[in-house]
């Protein structure tokens, strides 16, 4: 939907207080009554803006470590070369990652009602399950070097993700983001590889 496209854009560029409705149906070219007719309020507009933000990320996520579980069978290195298709594909956004809805949210959460946070929380906790579930089917195979916990391990990538947006837009790098993954990515490496003689990870 158009009016989400437009909202969606405008708060990742100055954030909820600064987005007001009249912004968005005079961009949209509607009626107030028409943007009424969709979204009751400015939080039945967050969520319904959340819920497709989340979508297009887990389509994304689905694409890209499917993909990368269809070139090997280990789930060490699909998970590593997930990562790599990840930190190429935010090296190709132009002018870099226009920022994060779920942190947005975060910033200004006097602003929203209840339904608004549950489902933020809920968004990150699936994001997190996600990553978990491969981190497990890694240790199955390749236990950690180190005793830590998976769950903080799966977690580091949505802390480094939305660190790396807030690097780049700070900095005016919108490189940050690439480096902070494939950073990320060198660590799991580490975490799960099995040294060599030499005491280096032998895994690629």
């Not at 990320?57 to 060490?76: H, S, V």
């Not at 809920?122 to 070097?145: C, D, K, M, Q």
């Amino acid at each position: 939907m158009r009016i989400l496209e437009i909202a969606q854009t405008s708060v990742l560029a100055k954030g909820f207080a600064a987005t007001s409705i009249e912004e968005v149906i005079a961009e949209a070219g509607i009626t107030k009554s028409g943007f009424f007719y969709h979204f009751k309020d400015k939080n039945e507009l967050a969520r319904e803006m959340l819920r497709r933000y989340v979508e297009e990320n887990d389509e994304i996520f689905d694409q890209i470590f499917g993909r990368a579980g269809e070139l090997t069978d280990d789930p060490l290195h699909a998970f590593l070369l997930g990562l790599k298709l990840l930190a190429e594909l935010t090296r190709d956004l132009p002018g870099g990652h226009p920022g994060c809805l779920v942190a947005s949210i975060c910033y200004q959460e006097r602003l929203f009602d209840t339904e608004v946070h549950q489902l933020n929380a809920t968004s990150v906790r699936r994001w997190n399950a996600r990553f978990l579930g491969y981190l497990e089917e890694i240790a199955a195979i390749h236990p950690p070097r180190e005793p830590l916990s998976l769950q903080d391990v799966a977690c580091m990538l949505s802390c480094i993700f939305d660190g790396a947006i807030i690097l780049s837009k700070a900095l005016k790098d919108p490189g940050h983001l690439e480096r902070q993954i494939l950073a990320y990515r060198t660590f799991v490496k580490i975490l799960f590889s099995r040294p060599s003689a030499s005491g280096n990870p032998i895994s690629d």
